[in-house]
């Protein structure tokens, strides 16, 4: 049995344990904390403190929980990409969301459709980094050398990054084929529904320098396990050219070619949830 700490055993443990001396603290040490104490003060000065020292055991419990703090802050700040969107959909019969309020519609559109799955269940679906439907549709459109980005933050937004090259059809501007750069941006997302901003890239068409696709990815809570997506576009022009009404035509029939095929693909995939 160890025996109450006196002030000359006080100052003795502080020389071993190089600790301040403190003055004596009233409080009592925990069992458990008492037992972890111990072993603490074995393995680093090979003296055990004693049992009533209770300055040197409030120094060890004062660093201890220092520690553990630091250790849980190390941790979550390691959080993995798939930790960015942690939110889950809201629990049936428990707390109904309010709807997120949607902008105005871009003038082309391609998906509007009420669907049997929770706003947050169909993210994870179309956008997470690990989606099967993401592959299958570009599988299907006979796309090749597919790059898939990670999410990222960048600032107060999160920022997604695909590159492919897909098959296009013979048209009066000539290409086979085009490399896409898509680029998702979350402007928002709660339990209540989510807003993506999607900008597509073909800078290597004939005047592909000229235009981009901006499309508007909208979903919104409609009930308990039920959302309702809604794509829109449009076609950017950044520069002038005199083709831009064969382009505007061509990309507004494309869009909505790729959309058709894009809805029938989700519509099998929710149904099989």
């Known amino acids: 049995m160890y025996a109450h700490c006196l002030d000359l055993a006080h100052a003795q443990c502080c020389v071993l344990t190089r600790l301040p001396r403190v003055a004596a603290c009233p409080t009592r040490i925990g069992k458990t904390d008492r037992k972890v104490l111990h072993s603490w003060s074995s393995f680093t000065t090979g003296t055990r403190v004693a049992r009533g020292c209770r300055p040197c055991a409030n120094q060890y419990l004062r ?38 309020p949607l902008p105005d519609a871009l003038p082309i559109a391609l998906v509007d459709e009420a669907l049997p799955i929770g706003c947050n269940s169909l993210f994870d679906m179309l956008l997470g980094t690990t989606s099967g439907l993401v592959s299958k549709f570009l599988q299907i459109r006979a796309c090749h050398s597919i790059n898939l980005g990670n999410w990222t933050n960048t600032g107060d937004q999160k920022q997604r990054l695909v590159i492919y090259t897909v098959p296009v059809k013979k048209n009066a501007l000539g290409p086979s084929e085009a490399a896409c750069i898509e680029q998702y941006t979350v402007t928002s997302k709660r339990a209540g529904g989510w807003l993506v901003t999607l900008l597509v890239y073909t800078p290597k068409v004939p005047f592909g320098d000229t235009f981009h696709q901006q499309l508007q990815w909208a979903c919104q809570q409609e009930g308990p396990g039920r959302c309702r997506l809604r794509i829109t576009g449009q076609v950017k022009f950044t520069k002038g050219c005199f083709v831009k009404g064969i382009i505007q035509k061509a990309s507004e029939e494309g869009m909505k070619e790729a959309y058709q095929l894009y809805t029938r693909i989700l519509k099998e995939e929710v149904a099989g949830q």
């Open 63 to 100: 660093a201890r929980r220092v520690s553990q703090a630091a250790a849980f802050e190390a941790e979550t700040a390691h959080a993995s990409e798939d930790n960015l969107f942690e939110d889950a959909d809201e629990p049936i019969g428990v707390h109904e969301p309010e709807p997120l």
